[in-house]
């Protein structure tokens, strides 16, 4: 028994000396930075812990989804998304490398960050150098939440006999956006069988307790994949400078990443990780903010979409009003009824 707490002891150790020595190559250019924007204006805004230009940034990536293209433009409401333009000069510009991170401020969420760097820790000891290996299994967990978040909020409305206020629709897109990462990542690379079984055996048990936790605390839930997401991005722009140094080689980018971001025919796996990293930065931004929903006792509002804040919500210029700035909500003045941008209820 003394044994075994012996050896658990030094692995944690030596997960600690890894930890500090990956941080502190980091820190020249990636240093984290929670509530970067100390003004009271800015802590007003719904995404306070993304400077504005961050927040503007993953809001266009994220809308250069085709799948979220095409459903902006036969949206019941006429509302358009940003639009679906990025450059790579953005995608690898500061505002996007930079490294948020939201402060804990309750023991569930020290408990939920806690638990992330542990899971991030493991990760790094057992994929070391192999990114995109480390890319594929990511991803097989990073799909879970939003399905399950989406279906919790699915049965909470049947079961209540409530609405939704425009929760799921996010969120399954959410889970979408992930599993076409995961598709995207296994047309360069094959898992091993060892992976395969460990990525069975997560799914089990992290579908199995994340439901629970769903159901027991919602705001913690979105807390925890709030961090897990910081920890994506931590991932691929690990990825990033591996294949920038020629340890992984820039190989041209697969079909199904071309397609599904709309790229050249001559783009580059860089590239391809430049958008997936965006992506991951939207779920890092939106879990975070669904949480402090929940803190406010704001569960059944509508989720302010990222962005919107920064560069003014399309359907506003329509309605010729400032009111509601910062609600994803679109009050239809006739009706006298509230319904999401893409008639979400
Ligand atoms: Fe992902
Ligand atoms: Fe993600």
Known sequence: MQRMMLSSTRVLGALGRMTAARQTAMAPTLASRPFSSSSDAARDRRYHWVEPEAERLIARAYAR?????????VSPNGWKSFPPSISIADLESPAIEQE??????????????KLVDYGEKLMHLFFREKYDHHAVTLETVAAVPGVVGAAHRHLRSLRCMKRDHGWINPLQEEAENERMHLLIWMQHTKPTGIERAFVIMAQGIYVAAYSVLMYLSPRTAHRTVGYLEEAAHRAYTDYLRAVDSGAIPNVPAGEIAKKYYSLPDDAKLRDVILHVRADECMHRDFNHHLSDLYDAKEEDEFPTKMGEEVEGKPSEAKEGASSGVGRASVVMAASGKKTGPDGAQ
């Open 65 to 73: 989804h085709r799948q979220l293209a095409q459903r902006d433009a």
């Open 100 to 113: 948020y991170h939201y402060p804990p401020k309750t023991r569930g969420d020290r408990i939920a960050k």
